[in-house]
């Protein structure tokens, strides 16, 4: 029998309550279960508003990668961003949620969650290459879970592309500018139960999306920008309900003015691993 935590994103993974975030009632989304994550897809954007995955890095398994890039067949290949969008182009089928994060438990279990995360509702279009920032970026998940060894390594982890208005159009979608990723834990902080921690990032690709005319360029020099901001920002910036995770932002309240005015003056800008607040 399947563990009850191998189908979905599980809310109770870190010991206490963490749901799904969800954007507003009027937003239609598409929910989209994996082992052990969850996506929730805007039909219209054909890009995910949400990913939801829990980390057991205690049981992690170090496996080779293998899945190949698949439509999800329970939805229309229309509300999905498909290969159409990354042919002969220099962008990347970026992974959402990481193809190494759900890929705990048993060899079997771990291989099969690692190939479930080569679906093109888990993709969105990021510029290729890698540089430092970028780099940092796929390794945060990774520095959180060193610094959360004390509970058992466990992370639930949130990620997505900001869906922006003014994200420029290509190829039938709009090519977001920036992308965000919660991680959460539990603390004990000395008390008989665990509270909540969490840390909020943003990636910013903006100087590396250059669309003219439905064509993309993308510049030669240039540099994805990785700042540590308040969760609530990322709220406001989403339109994602957030719940509990904008009270268990460890990175100091910055004052209550709203994220598009306050912008990257409120917000941490990352050149290393040692850069990241967490407490």
Same mark, same amino acid.
């Given at each position: 029998m399947a563990d009850e935590t %191998? $189908? =979905?994103y599980d809310e109770r993974f870190l010991g206490i309550p963490l749901p799904l975030p969800r954007p507003s009632a009027a937003r239609e989304v598409r929910l989209l279960t994996y082992p052990r994550f969850t996506i929730l897809l805007e039909p219209q954007r054909r890009l995910a508003v949400v990913t939801a995955v829990n980390i057991d890095g205690a049981t992690l +398994?170090? #496996? !080779?990668?293998?899945? &190949?890039?698949? #439509?999800?067949?329970?939805i229309p290949a229309t509300e999905q961003a498909g290969p159409a969008v990354y042919a002969s182009n220099d962008l990347d089928r970026g992974h959402l949620v990481r193809r190494r994060d759900p890929g705990w438990g048993t060899a079997a279990q771990a291989r099969?969650?690692?190939e479930a995360t080569f679906v093109y509702p888990n993709a969105a279009p990021q510029a290729?290459? %890698?540089? +430092?920032?970028? &780099? /940092?970026w796929l390794g945060l998940e990774d520095h959180v879970l060193e610094f959360a060894d004390t509970t058992d390594e466990r992370l639930?982890?949130?990620? =997505?592309?900001? /869906?922006? $208005?003014d994200d420029p159009p290509y190829r039938g979608i709009r090519i977001p500018r920036r992308f965000f990723k919660v991680a959460a834990w539990a603390t004990q902080d000395g008390g008989s139960s !665990?509270?909540?921690a969490a840390a909020g990032f943003l990636l910013d690709q903006s100087e590396l999306i250059d669309v003219t005319q439905g064509a993309l360029a993308v510049p030669s020099l240039g540099a994805f920008r990785t700042f540590q901001v308040p969760i609530a920002d990322i709220e406001a910036l989403t339109g994602v309900d957030l719940g509990g995770l904008v009270d268990a932002d460890v990175m100091p309240r910055v004052g209550? =003015? $709203?994220? =598009?005015?306050r912008g990257e003056d409120a917000w941490r800008p990352l050149r290393?691993? &040692?850069?990241?607040? /967490?407490?």
């Open positions: %191998f $189908d =979905a +398994q170090d #496996l !080779p990668r293998t899945g &190949e890039w698949e #439509l999800d067949p329970r099969e969650a690692t290729s290459g %890698f540089n +430092q920032s970028k &780099e /940092l639930s982890v949130f990620t =997505a592309p900001v /869906l922006a $208005d !665990p509270g909540l209550a =003015a $709203d994220a =598009a005015v290393a691993p &040692e850069d990241v607040y /967490l407490g």
